[in-house]
Nanobody
């Protein structure tokens, strides 16, 4: 089992930045992919960014490309999401997720989930 705990959410104005962190505990050796998803009110959960724990290959949703950066510290079992040039449409609950496979950005591929952290961007 893997437990995930997110932190770093908050409220910022348009154009601002936030850095989310996700600390994994438990059987981290099972994890091959770490990802960030988000869900806005009334919308489906959307994959934002993914990183492979071995090799660090990344993938981004088109909506956040060139603004968000996913990274990891495997010594600390932590994944990060650096969010720059934030827009009101980025407002959502952000979830950290982990998969035991080389996954893409589909929620069904991930079996471990954090509790989520709120990000609010005001205009």
């Amino acid at each position: 089992q893997v437990q995930l705990v997110e932190s770093g959410g908050g409220s910022v104005q348009t154009g601002g930045s936030l850095r989310l962190s996700c600390v994994a505990s438990g059987s981290y050796y099972l994890v091959n992919s770490m990802a960030w998803f988000r869900q806005a009110p009334g919308k489906e959960r959307e994959g934002v960014a993914r990183i492979y724990t071995s090799g660090g290959l990344t993938k981004y949703a088109d909506s956040v490309k060139d603004r968000f950066t996913i990274s990891q510290n495997n010594v600390r079992n932590t994944a990060y999401l650096q969010m720059d040039s934030l827009k009101p449409e980025d407002t959502a609950i952000y979830y950290c997720a982990a998969a035991d496979r080389l996954a893409n950005l589909n929620a069904y591929e991930y079996i471990y989930w954090g509790q989520g952290t709120q990000v609010t961007v005001s205009s």
